[in-house]
């Protein structure tokens, strides 16, 4: 399989537009927004995409970091900035009003990140790993319910391997100086580029996690964006860029375990499968699949239920593989 997209137009930056219908339900661009001042435009504040059926997202931590404080020793939501993603028809012509429901509300976060505390400082928050997965509501139309990304966490980059970033590039810029009044602009775009740095870990290092810098332009908005592989399989996020640099860094799954411990329902090392719960009826038929085995029984209460498993399952072709139960889920 190759990149999941063709560049039609490419511009002087190297980038091009996606109006791809799947992959505009599963990747979103995200706005915060203060809920003490309603009439405040929503500010445009990175990339998000779709890692599973339900509610996981992927994004990188520092587009989420803002929404958060030290408080007590420990990470809390901050009461004066919220998250929404915003997500609308596949295919829209022209200008259409943003409804309400258009608006997926922030349910909620899950990361490894930690606190700095500095001898003289204020505690503050400390960027751990870059990798965050937070949760959003499932897409409106029933079509693509079942839109998810592929990770792949057995890719590792080398020197010279294209990638391909899809993300949010300039989100909603007042560019032109219409000012606040201005309509909503959210443009998908995606940009090609060429391996040419990979570092590993690094403990000692303020930003320990692993990287690989890409001869592209990413620009702002981008951030927390999918980066594929040429086999057409997520392999990381979008992490920085610089702007009218033409250099990129993302964050791979592989090279830590960090990944795993993140995105819970997913297998990554086989990309397309989820790690979640199966039932099954007398006849073996496989009748309902859910992310947790609470969610499973809520959704078979009335269903002839002989067998539950906890498996590596493909949504699209219905095999799965048994796996061992999750101790922490």
């Not at 997202?57 to 929404?67: G, K, R, Y």
């Not at 499968?273 to 947790?292: G, K, P, Q």
């Amino acid at each position: 399989m190759p990149f999941p997209v063709e560049p039609e137009f490419v511009d002087e930056r190297g980038l091009f537009v996606v109006q791809d219908t799947f992959l505009r339900s599963t990747i979103l661009p995200l706005f915060s927004f203060d809920p003490g001042d309603p009439q405040h435009r929503p500010q445009g504040h990175g990339t998000t995409f779709r890692v599973d059926p339900w509610r996981g997202c992927a994004t990188a931590f520092h587009v989420i970091e803002d929404l958060l404080k030290a408080q007590d020793g420990a990470l809390v939501l901050r009461k004066d900035i919220r998250l929404v993603a915003l997500e609308v028809p596949p295919i829209t012509y022209g200008s259409m009003p943003v409804t309400p429901d258009c608006w997926k509300p922030f349910k909620g976060m899950a990361s490894l990140g930690g606190i700095l505390s500095p001898p003289f400082g204020q505690p503050r928050v400390m960027n751990m790993t870059e990798l965050a997965a937070i949760q959003i509501d499932p897409p409106n139309d029933p079509e693509y319910a079942r839109s998810f990304l592929p990770l792949d966490a057995r890719w590792t980059p080398r020197i010279g391997e294209r990638v391909m970033a899809l993300g949010f590039a300039g989100l909603d810029l007042d560019d032109r100086e219409e000012g606040p009044d201005r309509a909503i602009r959210q443009y998908l775009y995606g940009s090609i580029g060429t391996i040419f740095e990979a570092t590993p870990v690094n403990p000692a290092s303020s930003r320990p996690w692993p990287t690989f810098r890409v001869e592209a332009e990413w620009p702002g908005g981008m951030s927390g964006g999918p980066v594929f592989s040429e086999a057409g399989n997520v392999v990381g996020l979008v992490s920085t860029g610089i702007v009218g640099g033409g250099v990129g860094t993302a964050t791979p799954f592989s090279g830590w375990d960090v990944a795993e411990r993140t995105f819970l329902t997913v297998d990554l090392i086989n990309p397309g499968r989820l790690r979640c719960w199966v039932a099954f009826d007398a006849d073996e038929n496989l009748i309902a699949f859910a992310a947790t085995e609470s969610d499973l029984r809520q959704g078979t209460i009335n269903a002839p239920v002989a067998e539950t498993l906890f498996a590596s399952f493909n949504p699209v072709s219905g095999d799965y593989i048994s796996l061992p139960i999750p101790t922490l889920r």
